[in-house]
């Protein structure tokens, strides 16, 4: 119900933009480039991570869907449908509620992000998604 409410929208964005946020800061760190919220020539929407290593482009998409199994899973095909025509596209889905999509452990493998500081990352994303989302219920319940 929060995530469809127009008024927590900016909390709803603000939520995906700190995951996004913690992704870009470990990529630059370990000294890959990532170019945030780029659009398409044509201005259509595109993933919001562009990363370029070795000459070639590799999008990141990130998304925080309501924390369910099969939503999880759906919102990656979501993002392999919309942007897959784009190249090589990673979905990055971490649940509301913290969840984590095993399928985003395929990110540093493709662009050799080191095992401990991925999960530091991971650990970092999860509990600002399950911050973030105890102020929206906070906020949604008037409490």
Known sequence: MVSAC???LPEIT???DRVQT???DLLW????EA???TSAEDGRSIPEVTVVKGGSRVYIDVTVP???PANLYRAAQDKLDKSGHLGTVFPLVVGALGSWLPENDQIPAALQIPRGKWN???RSMRASAIEDSCCLAKDFLHL
């Open 6 to 8: 127009q008024v927590h």
């Open 29 to 32: 760190d370990q000294g890959i």
């Open 66 to 68: 309501f924390d369910d």
């Open 22 to 24: 913690i992704l870009t």
């Open 120 to 122: 530091e990352a991971r």
């Open 14 to 16: 603000g939520r995906h």
């Open 35 to 37: 170019v945030p919220n």
